[in-house]
């Protein structure tokens, strides 16, 4: 039990599925959480992945040892100034957000001094929100990237990163720490510019003229099932990221436009070798994944059925 009472400030996905966990291995003695919603403060104490729930962050962030924002990235920084006259020292802040650098830049100037910002980002999820969305396995062998702030190399910092790893790997996650700009790039390629593509091609589906929308969703084949299923995730979560991570996304976009041009040429000109060499080198990608552990072969990718939920 590396942390005594933790603050769960937004009570999503993230934030209930951490209630769940934290209960369930007894990673702490009480779970305290925020949320804006009246509703969802109900709810969460209703399924009880929650001791206590506030309507006040700083109410919330008061006398805990690890506070956990499970916000939208853009309003971390307003967060974190309201809740910092209130954090006591010792304490580590971190979040569960999918852009790092912006995080650092927004919320490093508002820590007090002894109170220790460890950015980390579990990479673990599903397209559902709200309360009744988490459940403990969430984090069951996925990847967490603990981002350090550059230059904070004292002995209190590397202590404070230890005990949040070795929470994160209590919670079924395994911990891998990188530099915040380049676990930006990184996720711009994996997660946030695939997000982007899925976004426009259900958004250009659903615009055609030539073809009814009742069509589209009619005859849905798996490549389009699987890239609405991307598009429903929350879009305030997404907003955010992409505005947060402009120019990694950036970069990233204008070299998958490129390699998007060299494929149209291919097709254009009916050259089936290049085609060919593609799709089987992106082949041993997807198997490469599969290997690793980060997902399944089965044919429906094993998304059949809702993940299990613990009982309230």
């Not at 962050?57 to 006259?85: F, M, N, Q, R, Y």
């Not at 069951?140 to 702030?149: A, Q």
């Not at 995730?233 to 041009?261: C, H, I, Q, Y």
Request: glycine share 8%.
């Amino acid at each position: 039990m590396n942390f005594e009472r933790v603050a769960l400030i937004g009570l999503g996905l993230i934030g209930s599925s951490l209630g769940h966990v934290i209960h369930q291995k007894k990673l702490a003695k009480s779970v305290v959480g925020y949320a804006r919603s009246k509703a969802t403060r109900a709810r969460a104490l209703e399924i009880g992945f929650i001791d206590e729930v506030t309507a006040d962050a700083s109410a919330c962030a008061k006398e805990a040892d690890l506070i956990v924002l499970c916000t939208p990235v853009g309003i971390i920084g307003d967060i974190v100034k309201e809740i910092a006259p209130s954090l006591k020292p010792g304490s580590v802040v971190t979040d569960v957000g999918s852009v790092k650098s912006a995080i650092v830049e927004q919320s490093l100037p508002h820590m007090p001094d002894g109170v220790f910002l460890v950015p980390g980002h579990p990479i673990a999820g599903t397209e559902q929100s709200g309360p009744d969305s988490g459940f403990a396995e969430l984090f069951e062998n996925r990847w967490c990237i603990l981002t350090p702030v550059p230059d904070a190399q004292s002995e209190e910092y590397q202590t404070a990163v230890s005990r949040l790893t070795a929470f994160w790997e209590a919670c079924g996650s395994r911990v891998d720490v990188m530099d915040p700009k380049h676990h930006d790039l990184v996720l711009a390629i994996t997660s946030h510019v695939p997000h982007l593509i899925a976004y426009n091609i259900v958004g250009t589906a659903a615009d055609l003229e030539r073809v009814a929308q009742a069509e589209v969703i009619k005859y849905s084949a798996s490549g389009f099932r699987d890239f609405t299923r991307i598009a429903a995730s929350d879009p305030t979560m997404w907003r955010d990221v992409f505005l947060n991570n402009k120019d990694a996304v950036l970069e990233m976009l204008g070299r998958f436009v490129e390699d998007l041009s060299a494929l149209q040429r291919a097709i254009r000109w009916d050259d089936g070798e290049a085609l060919f060499d593609l799709f089987t080198r992106t082949r041993q990608i997807r198997r490469s994944i599969v290997e690793a552990g980060q997902d399944t072969a089965e044919p429906d990718f094993g998304r059949h059925s809702t993940p299990p939920k613990e009982k309230s």
